[in-house]
């Protein structure tokens, strides 16, 4: 299956510092990369949709001026939070799409703020 | 009610039995049905994606979807300690194809 890539694999900042993920597939081009966070036990929630070269779109209820999305070219998409807080901590997944739909995951980051 | 519902489990059985996986949806327009694998602190990874209902099978796998009762379930026979892990299942729209997942099923196979 095709690989995507993430890092950091795992980083930890002090509140009111800002983090960037990045999201990359090794072996394919994505016009499409997805976001999603996961709390402890619970199911993947869709954060964003970034598409290469335009703005990203934001599920109901995610602020994009905290979680900045940038999908610069076909392979590489970046995540940066702002000003991070505690209640920020959490499983950030990318993903990206081939041309036949098939969504392959990134192996996230686990973001803790102090 | 959630769109997709899955019973997070977890479930434990003998290495060697066979593991049965469930989801069930409420939107008829879901077509696209993947399960994924996750293990502990890494990312999802696809196992199975069909389109409409029937079977589809990959070695231990069997992928079944019934759309007349918004069922889906995937099979693993000859279970291996390896395979515990978190198993999630997703679907899609026709023509959107951003996936709507479940919580997921802890799954724990033991020796």
């Known amino acids: 299956g095709a690989v995507v890539s993430q890092h950091p694999s795992w980083v930890i900042c002090k509140s009111g510092t800002s983090v960037k993920i990045e999201c990359r597939s090794l072996?394919?081009?994505?016009?499409?990369m997805f976001w999603y966070r996961q709390f402890p036990k619970q199911s993947l929630m869709l954060m964003a949709t970034s598409n290469e070269g335009s703005k990203a779109t934001y599920e109901q209820g995610v602020e994009k001026d905290k979680f900045l999305i940038n999908h610069a070219s076909l392979t590489l998409s970046t995540l940066t939070v702002t000003s991070a807080h505690p209640e920020d901590s959490s499983f950030y997944i990318c993903s990206a799409r081939t041309n036949y739909n098939e969504q392959f995951f990134g192996p996230g980051t686990r973001l803790t703020v102090l | 009610q959630k769109e997709v519902e899955q019973d997070p489990g977890p479930l434990s059985v003998p290495e060697g039995a066979i593991v049965s996986l469930n989801c069930t949806y409420s939107?008829?327009?879901?077509?696209?049905f993947m399960w994924y694998r996750q293990y502990s602190r890494k990312g999802p990874e696809l196992l199975m994606y069909?389109?409409?209902?029937g079977n589809k099978e990959d070695g231990r796998f069997t992928a079944q979807v019934d759309k007349s009762s918004k069922y889906i379930s995937l099979f693993i026979r000859d279970s291996q300690p390896s395979d515990s892990a978190t198993y999630l299942c997703?679907?899609?729209?026709?023509?959107?194809?951003?996936?709507?997942f479940g919580r997921g099923t802890s799954l724990i196979v033991h020796p």
């Open positions: 069909t389109y409409s209902s």
């Open positions: 997703a679907m899609s729209k026709g023509g959107s194809y951003i996936p709507t």
């Open positions: 072996d394919f081009q994505a016009t499409t």
């Open positions: 939107n008829s327009a879901f077509q696209y």
